[in-house]
């Protein structure tokens, strides 16, 4: 698991949006993190994976952009930003598990066909009666 190093997080602290009344307009507590994906130290296979994502949030140079203003409190914003940078450098660590073809079984494909075989009967027994 590879695990971000807060030093390697550029915070800078921006005015909130949405509802707040006077407090928004005076007090900077949300929060814009900048982790630079290229100067980190995470995995080169990580970076890799992570640089390959389709997120809005990677910029072009590869550092990846993350807002937090869910909480009146800078530092729970700057934690909550933490906590979702670390949620993406876990997805980009995930290795998924190779699928490797398998053919089914004869007694699966028999059994499938005699399922055909008995749903047909039972259909063409649903048409007109005749005497």
Not at 9 to 36: E, L, M, T, W, Y
Not at 93 to 99: D, E, G, K, L
């Amino acid at each position: 698991m590879a695990v971000i190093n807060p030093s390697e997080v550029a915070f800078s602290a921006i005015r909130a949006q949405g509802p707040g009344g006077q407090n928004v307009n005076k007090v900077s507590c949300a929060v814009h993190a900048r982790f630079d994906v290229a100067a980190s130290s995470l995995p080169a296979r990580v970076k890799e994976r992570l640089l390959a994502m389709r997120d809005g949030r990677i910029t072009q140079e590869g550092v990846l952009v993350v807002k937090a203003q869910a909480s009146r409190s800078l530092e729970q914003n700057k934690e909550e930003a933490l906590r979702r940078i670390q949620e993406l450098v876990d997805a980009a660590a995930h290795v998924p598990v190779v699928r490797r073809a398998t053919k089914p079984t004869r007694g699966s494909q028999l059994r499938r066909v005699d399922a055909k075989v008995r749903s047909g009967k039972i259909k063409a027994l649903r048409g007109k009666v005749t005497d």
